[in-house]
């Protein structure tokens, strides 16, 4: 019965774990040798057949047959008089193998015994795991919530492995919902009390990465090569693109017909706005692009300090700096370089007015909101219609009305 319960423990764990059949092989005998090496001081003469197929095993003792005055180790030698009780042919100097029944060792040890299996299963299997998603880093997994809390989502492999994505690894509009399927990449996997601990992420860039070269074939091929990914995750992404074929258009084959291969992308990212840019050495273009969808008038470089100082219209300021001057650092975090915008003079421009003097009027809070999105003058502000200066900044449309009539009043009297 033991013997059944035994290998019962075995399957059970070989079927849940998936473990390999020479692996588990090998871990039985181990665990067999250990607990005869206990017993008998050796387990050197002893034979053990697993029959994985049958569910069973069986482990043979080789003794030497001796005199029965000549006997020193039972355990490596046998009498003449004993040998003959099990065939009356044995003659002294020959071999002799006897079956050791399971239930010899007494039911403490075969409780020990299968501890010591189960103990040494999981083990290999938290092993198989660590080595598993260790050779996985920077791929991207799908698996399903299993339970979610304040700091973390725990996520299930289809394997039942448990993955874990933290707060920060998170999309800020990621909510997820028990049964949920879920993507990310896997950022880091460590060994935590002999546990893996397996950290996904959707924030880090290389999981954009991945998820362009899912949707487009040309980078998967290495026709196109990501050169650099910036994001503000949930927000906005820069992703700068390279062609080693002149025939394809690397900003178009990214986008795809009618941005149909964009789209997914952005839809897994909950609507991340993605700029892709055609990569170029000539740094000027390669900032002037980086800033799109602002139109650029003139750059002067500053090498020595890695700062470019770029001057636009007016009324480009503020598509350059984007909401919450967004636009502007990642176009800094893409190129390497520190970017001060400067306003270009323009002709047909009146007299205009600094924000600041308004200080009496309107809230310096609200100066700062729309400083935010390059509007530092009176003009620059009227320049831009209600709704989009809503659109931009987090200022509410009646807060927006009031400061545009305070403007106005300035020139009309």
């Known amino acids: 019965m033991e013997n059944l319960n035994l290998i019962d423990t075995f399957s059970e764990f070989k079927e849940l774990k998936n473990i390999d059949r020479p692996t588990m092989m090998s871990v039985l005998e181990d665990v067999f040798r250990s607990l005869l090496a206990r017993k008998y001081g050796s387990d050197e003469n002893f034979s053990i057949i697993v029959n994985i197929d049958k569910g069973d095993f069986e482990i043979w003792r080789n003794r030497e047959v001796v005199e029965d005055d000549d006997l020193e180790d039972p355990n490596l030698q046998i009498s003449l008089s004993e040998a003959k009780k099990i065939d009356e042919d044995y003659e002294v100097g020959e071999e002799v193998s006897d079956e050791v029944k399971l239930h010899d060792f007494g039911r403490r040890s075969i409780l020990a015994l299968r501890q010591h299996l189960t103990t040494r299963i999981l083990d290999l299997e938290k092993s198989n795991v660590f080595m598993k998603y260790k050779d996985r880093i920077g791929e991207i997994v799908t ?10 989502v725990l996520i299930l492999d289809d394997d039942g492995n448990e993955l874990i994505i933290p707060k ?3 999309i800020p509009s990621d909510h997820f919902r028990k049964g949920d399927s879920i993507r990310a990449v896997v950022v880091r996997v460590e060994m935590k009390n002999n546990t893996p601990y397996i950290i ?7 999981f954009l990465e991945r998820l362009f070269e899912l949707e487009v074939p040309e980078i998967f091929d290495g026709l196109i090569t990501i050169k650099k990914i910036v ?8 992703v700068a693109v390279e062609s080693y074929d002149e025939r394809i258009d690397p900003v178009g084959a990214c986008v795809g017909m009618k941005g149909s291969r964009i ?3 952005v839809r897994e990212l909950r609507n991340e706005n993605i700029d892709v840019i055609n990569y170029t050495t000539n740094l000027q273009l390669f900032i002037s692009r980086a800033l799109s969808p602002a139109k650029i008038t003139s750059i002067k470089l500053v090498e020595d300090e890695k700062r470019a100082e770029i001057y636009l219209k007016p009324s480009e300021v503020s598509l350059a700096i984007g909401k919450g001057g967004l636009n502007i650092r990642l176009a800094s975090q893409l190129t390497g370089y520190e970017i001060d915008v400067y306003r270009e003079p323009d002709d047909q421009d009146e007299e205009d007015v600094d924000l600041e003097e308004f200080s009496d009027e309107i809230e310096a809070w609200i100066i700062d909101e729309l400083k935010a999105i390059g509007c530092d003058t009176a003009r620059s502000v009227l320049r831009l219609t209600i709704p989009d200066l ?8 009646e807060t927006i009305k009031d400061v545009v009539s305070i403007l106005r009043a300035e020139f009309e009297q």
Not at 231 to 238: L, M, Q, S
Request: a positive charge; aromatic letters at 6%.
């Open 200 to 206: 996904l992420s959707r924030t880090s860039p290389i």
């Open 390 to 397: 809503v659109k931009r900044t987090d200022l509410e449309e």
């Open 143 to 152: 698996g399903e919530v299993y339970q979610v809390w304040k700091r973390e």
């Open 263 to 265: 789209h997914g992308i």
């Open 231 to 238: 994001r503000v995750p949930g927000e906005r992404a820069k």
């Open 168 to 170: 920060n690894e998170q």
